[in-house]
């Protein structure tokens, strides 16, 4: 038997939750690409959220398609990426596994009250703190059907991609 090809990963959570440090290293670690989608965002979600006004799902939409997008172009390229992408509810994750459907997630989840601690000491080009409610209201955990990991981000990244990583090449092994 030979194992199956190495699945796109979704590293997602809300904002603060430590997505792009994660997902970069990740990606490092298994030699892949790594796109972090806020930097796919269309002008207008930009200035929509800078002025600490949630997205709606009419301003989603065709930023996730376009995040499907490009993990579907790095898989037919052989190189399936490692994605940090919001992605909060199941329909946006499902309209994104529409692009990928063996999409593997890793869902990065913790005390509001960290997330919030670490906002509130960053600075984001276009996500203030304002916008945190509204991410932990949109928020909804992976459904059992969903292939991937919930890693508490109480751990310091090192540990939880090493945690990501075994559960993606557990789940790649397992596909043979």
């Not at 796109?8 to 030699?31: D, F, Q, Y």
């Not at 065709?62 to 199941?90: F, M, N, Q, T, Y």
């Not at 969903?146 to 090192?158: F, H, K, R, T």
Request: with cysteine; glycine share 8%; proline share 9%.
């Amino acid at each position: 038997m030979t194992a199956t090809a190495p699945r796109p990963v979704l590293v997602i959570g809300v904002s603060g939750s430590g997505k792009s440090t994660v997902g970069a290293l990740l990606a490092e670690r298994l030699n892949r690409p790594f796109v972090d989608s806020d930097s796919l965002h269309p002008p207008a979600n930009i200035e929509k959220m800078a002025t600490g006004q949630p997205l709606t799902d009419e301003d989603r939409l065709p930023w996730l398609r376009i995040v499907g997008e490009r993990i579907a172009k790095g898989v037919d390229a052989g190189e399936p990426p490692v994605v940090a992408c919001s992605a909060l509810r199941r329909d946006y994750r499902d309209l994104v596994r529409g692009y990928a459907p063996n999409l593997f997630l890793v869902h990065l989840a913790g005390d509001r009250s960290l997330v919030a601690e670490r906002v509130a000491a960053r600075h984001h080009e276009y996500m203030p703190p304002s916008l945190l409610d509204s991410q932990y209201a949109a928020l909804e955990p992976l459904g059992a059907d969903e292939s991937g990991v919930v890693l508490d981000i109480a751990a310091p990244p090192a540990e939880l991609v090493d945690r990501a990583a075994g559960s993606i090449t557990a789940e790649e092994g397992g596909r043979r």
